[in-house]
């Protein structure tokens, strides 16, 4: 269930997918493995993890994400974003 996001959010949603790919990787699962730990589809984990492309998905989704790579939701959040300072140097 992607969702459009608006240019605003765009980046967010980028680096919180680069975020998800990360750690699924570190965990040692594959997108299938996440799928069905999270309950969604493989082509969705897929679509939210890829490069330059921002897919808007609903908070339960993003919870039962979390909850598959066995991190806390504000973790997450944090892993995937970076502060302005980072972009402003």
Not at 26 to 49: C, D, M, P
Not at 52 to 69: P, Q, R, W
């Amino acid at each position: 269930m992607s969702k459009e996001v608006s240019f605003k959010n765009r980046d967010r949603f980028i680096q919180l997918g680069i975020a998800i790919a990360s750690l699924r990787k570190l965990r040692g699962l594959s997108q299938e493995k996440l799928a069905e730990k999270a309950h969604i589809s493989r082509s969705l984990v897929s679509s939210i993890e890829a490069p330059g492309m921002a897919t808007g998905f609903s908070l339960e989704i993003f919870f039962n994400i979390a909850d598959a790579l066995t991190i806390d939701p504000a973790d997450l959040i944090k892993a995937s974003v970076f502060s302005d300072n980072i972009f402003n140097n």
